[in-house]
Nanobody, 125 residues
Framework: QVQLVESGGGLVQAGGSLRLSCVVS????????MGWFRQAPGKERDFVAA????????YYADSAKGRFTISRDNAKYTVYLQMNSLKPEDTAVYFC??????????????????WGQGTQVTVSS
């Protein structure tokens, strides 16, 4: 059974930082691309960042560029999202996701096959 478990969310003041982690179990990790998405209350789930299998290719939403960094540790089956200079509009549930067969990073939700349950990030003003 494939499981993706996010952690690291919480309440932070604007301008602060958080590091999200997502641990994958039940299948290979190093062979597949990973992504982070987020969903704010009443809104669609949006792409945040993605990373290819080796970690040398990354993509970011415009809202994340310059503030967020995605990385991965294949030995630990873990993908990270370092979030700096957080803003109230970053408040959302953050989800990690894994592609089932592809090594390349992707930005579309339907290109990911396995999802975590999400972790809440709340940024106060």
């Amino acid at each position: 059974q494939v499981q993706l478990v996010e952690s690291g969310g919480g309440l932070v003041q604007a301008g602060g930082s958080l590091r999200l982690s997502c641990v994958v179990s039940g299948r290979s990790f190093s062979a597949y691309a990973m992504g982070w998405f987020r969903q704010a209350p009443g809104k669609e789930r949006d792409f945040v960042a993605a990373i290819n299998w080796s970690g040398d290719s990354t993509y970011y939403a415009d809202s994340a560029k310059g503030r967020f960094t995605i990385s991965r540790d294949n030995a630990k089956y873990t993908v990270y999202l370092q979030m700096n200079s957080l803003k109230p509009e970053d408040t959302a549930v953050y989800f990690c996701a894994q592609r089932r067969v592809a090594v390349d990073a992707a930005i579309l939700e339907n290109e990911y096959d396995y999802w975590g349950q999400g972790t809440q990030v709340t940024v106060s003003s």
